[in-house]
């Protein structure tokens, strides 16, 4: 396992998380500004979030999800340690001490040496 050490703390968004599973029926909308391979998507119970748009067979409007996703965000401390899981769209899933998991922005982190992250 990858660990990362935080150096800009993380905090999730004050929306409920969606989750996507291979072939929902969802809307997309427009590119996020800051992250541009994101792209504000529409589930069908109305909830939205922000998606990696390679997640999908179209760029904008109906389209099908291509594999299972969570929008669930880590909350992270600097200096705090995490074990990385692995990437997408300049994004980590990572895991924390507590066991707690969700995605973090890559340009929070700073990777540590595999032998680093086991001492931290």
């Given at each position: 396992?990858?660990?990362?050490r935080?150096v ?9 998380p ?13 590119r ?11 589930i069908?119970?109305g ?9 999908f ?11 299972d996703?969570d ?15 692995y ?7 990572a ?12 340009r929070?982190?700073?990777l ?9």
């Amino acid at each position: 396992m990858r660990h990362a050490r935080v150096v800009v703390s993380h905090n999730a968004p004050d929306r409920s998380p969606i989750r996507l599973a291979r072939g929902d029926a969802v809307h997309l909308g427009e590119r996020d500004t800051d992250w541009p391979e994101f792209v504000w998507t529409t589930i069908a119970d109305g909830h939205e979030g922000w998606v990696p748009a390679k997640l999908f067979d179209r760029e904008q409007g109906p389209a099908s999800v291509l594999d299972d996703y969570d929008t669930r965000e880590l909350d992270a401390t600097a200096d705090e340690v995490l074990t990385l899981e692995y990437e997408l769209a300049g994004w980590w899933w990572a895991r924390n001490a507590l066991g707690h998991q969700g995605w973090i922005p890559a340009r929070s982190l700073e990777l540590l040496d595999d032998d680093e992250g086991e001492d931290a």
